[in-house]
């Protein structure tokens, strides 16, 4: 059975692999030259399995108006036509029903990647940097102490533990944060939770697939369409060239709706642009990962370094103000966190990428209505954190389906 993976990102590449593991003859095709290009490059590196509350809540809709008059340096909104539908497909999105139902949706997925990536670690030859760090999810008001405690409540009710902590307990657990410059009420602590670097890990699965002729990878090549003949996709155009296969597994994050619309398939996925900078050690870093909701970014501890990452963009494809961006992320996190990192490093690696963002916050992923074509997409901020799971699920749909 051959099989075409569109993207060759953690989750396109999670996909080859599991598709291998069923007999799949795999071809992965992305337009970058090498694979983790994009939003898997230098992502927060947090493996967030019980961080999944959805975006879509009640609560977002009161600050909708600080949002968009710009009074919160860790999000952009930019009025643009594209925007409007799917903004108001979220904000459907944002009862208390729907906002838990999403939440479950995605911590179940979740918790299956977080054990499957665990049976994947013991045979893979390679180093991606994974620990088992724990999470801290910090609250600055009563408010999100409250959303946080019935949050807890609710995923601890499915098999998730976590547990609301005062800020003295949490500084107990990571002393680091008694030298921030801001108070906080208290803190989510996740025990389960885990830090990798998801560029390494995609870089050896390609190579370790490649090398045990599970899958061929076909880089620096973009997708030009998607024929479809009679509801039915048999192969794609690369270049000009025909690629036959049974199936077609869309995995091209932000960039599959471009796709997948001519096809009457539209996956609902808006590009929300978010930061990151690794910097050197400061004299105070955590070693467990921390999550400041208030200032939406994160401290992660990976290889010897310090990953901070946050923000969220809504302006279309557009990377104008990236420089800037970085600037005032860096600035926010020294800010808040003045000894968690080497901030006056001359060497700073600085990454920008668009998360594929659905309304609901859940992925998209398994058969669409058109006969040889899935879904792996709109894993929004958690691609990294979903990428066996999602692999795992569509592999299976694509073998059920077809056999």
């Known amino acids: 059975m051959r099989v075409v993976v569109v993207g060759a990102g953690v989750i396109g590449v999670a996909t080859a692999y599991y598709l291998s593991r069923v007999g799949c003859e795999v071809t992965v095709v992305d337009r970058a030259g090498t694979v ?53 497909r979220f904000l459907a999105q944002c009862t208390s029903g729907r906002a838990q139902r999403n939440t479950l949706a995605v911590l179940h997925t979740a918790m299956r990647s977080a054990s499957l990536l665990n049976d994947l670690r013991q045979s893979l030859p390679f180093n991606f940097s994974h620990r088992s760090a ?24 499915h098999g998730c533990a976590t547990e609301i902590l005062t800020a003295k307990d949490a500084i107990g657990l990571e002393e680091s944060l008694d030298a921030l410059s801001a108070t906080f009420t208290g803190a989510v602590y996740s025990r389960n939770d885990e830090v990798a670097d998801a560029r390494p890990f995609t870089l050896g699965m390609q190579n370790w697939l490649e090398k045990s002729g599970a899958a061929t990878f076909l880089l620096g090549a973009t997708v030009d369409r998607i024929p479809i003949k009679q509801n039915r996709v048999r192969s794609v155009l690369v270049a000009g060239e025909e690629i036959e296969a049974d199936a077609i597994v869309v995995c091209a994050g932000a960039w599959s709706g471009k796709l997948l619309r001519p096809l009457g398939v539209d996956p609902h996925i808006y590009p929300v642009r978010g930061y990151s900078v690794t910097l050197p050690q400061g004299e105070r870093s955590p070693l467990i990962s921390v999550t400041a909701l208030k200032q939406r970014i994160v401290f992660s501890h990976i290889n010897g370094s310090m990953r901070i990452a946050g923000f969220a963009d809504f302006a279309g494809f557009s990377t104008d103000d990236d420089h800037q961006r970085v600037k005032t992320l860096v600035d926010v996190a020294q800010s808040f966190a003045p000894l968690a990192a080497n901030y006056a490093a001359l060497e700073q690696q600085q990454w920008g990428g668009f998360r594929p963002m659905t309304p609901d916050g859940r992925p998209r992923i398994g058969k669409t209505r058109v006969d040889g074509l899935y879904l792996n997409t709109g894993h929004g901020m958690l691609g990294w954190t979903l990428a066996c799971a999602s692999g795992y699920d569509v592999a299976r749909a694509v073998t059920k389906t077809l056999h």
């Open 134 to 157: 724990g999470k801290l999810v910090l609250l600055s008001s009563d408010d999100e102490l409250r959303s946080a405690e019935a949050s807890s409540k609710l995923k601890n009710s």
């Open 36 to 88: 983790a290009d994009a939003a898997s490059r230098a992502n927060a590196g947090q493996l967030s399995y019980s961080f999944t509350d959805a975006l879509a809540k009640p609560g977002f809709i009161a600050q909708i108006p600080s949002l968009l008059a710009g009074r919160n340096p860790g999000s952009r909104v930019r009025l643009a036509p594209d925007l409007l539908p799917w903004g108001l």
